[in-house]
């Protein structure tokens, strides 16, 4: 079956613009996370959901981010007014239930912001 | 806060022997660790969850091991193939967070040379 698909692949913007990065979960899956990835470092935790439900954004590094998914299905990550440092390898990853462990990546969203 | 520590950024071992790779964390005992492969361009591949009251766990030519004494856990490769050139990430639940709330490691780049 498919897997965590996650698009654009690559995004390429402006300093100032807002971007939103989409995850399609593998279907069925009941929780859904984001992470940030640096080059040469793991996954950082930005924030996660079940269902619909936002369960924890502590990793939101500042109200320019926010996430949602409104059907319990596809996410949205958007970021606001992004700056340079916003430049990062985006993954969204999910998993079966909240009690299972296992998660399943997905390629990641490249951004660069100039 | 929980603190992951990796300690070889990178390990070269000849085809045939044996990889072990370290994962160190600071205070509390998670409940459960997780190793994930990850390859050049995608996404973290899990591979192992060991629990808490679990000493070892075992697939295939893959074994790790959890001492919570330690506070360490070990990751083997045994019979080492050049396909298992990889970067090896561990991953715990971050301490006071949610269940979803996962913290990783650097992650170790391994490379197995024929």
């Known amino acids: 079956g498919a897997g965590v698909s996650q698009s654009p692949r690559y995004k390429v913007t402006k300093r100032g613009q807002d971007v939103a990065l989409r995850c399609d979960p593998i279907?069925?899956?009941?929780?859904l996370y984001w992470y940030r990835q640096a080059l040469g470092q793991g996954p950082e935790f930005l924030t996660y959901?079940?269902?619909?439900?936002?369960?924890?954004k502590s990793g939101l590094p500042n109200d320019r981010f926010s996430a949602e998914r409104p059907e319990g299905s596809i996410s949205t990550l958007t970021i606001q007014r992004t700056e340079q440092r916003d430049s990062a390898m985006y993954r969204c990853?999910?998993?079966?239930?909240?009690?299972?462990?296992?998660?399943?990546f997905g390629p990641g969203t490249r951004l660069l912001v100039l | 806060s929980q603190k992951i520590e990796q300690n070889s950024e990178a390990l070269n071992i000849q085809e045939g022997k044996t990889a072990t790779l370290t994962c160190n964390y600071t205070?509390?005992?998670?409940?459960?660790l997780q190793w994930y492969r990850q390859d050049p361009g995608r996404g973290p591949v899990f591979l192992l969850l060991?629990?808490?009251?679990?000493k070892e766990k075992r697939k295939e030519r893959l074994k790790v091991t959890f001492d919570t004494t330690l506070k360490q856990s070990l990751f083997h490769i045994t019979a080492s193939q050049p396909a298992d050139s990889a970067t090896y990430l561990c991953?715990?639940?971050?301490?006071?967070?949610?269940?979803?709330?996962?913290?990783f490691g650097k992650g170790t780049k391994l490379s197995v040379k024929p």
């Open positions: 990853a999910s998993s079966l239930a909240a009690r299972k462990e296992t998660q399943y």
């Open positions: 279907s069925g899956h009941v929780s």
């Open positions: 959901f079940n269902y619909e439900a936002q369960q924890d």
């Open positions: 205070n509390y005992s998670p409940a459960y």
């Open positions: 060991i629990r808490e009251n679990e």
């Open positions: 991953a715990l639940p971050n301490y006071g967070g949610s269940q979803g709330n996962l913290i």
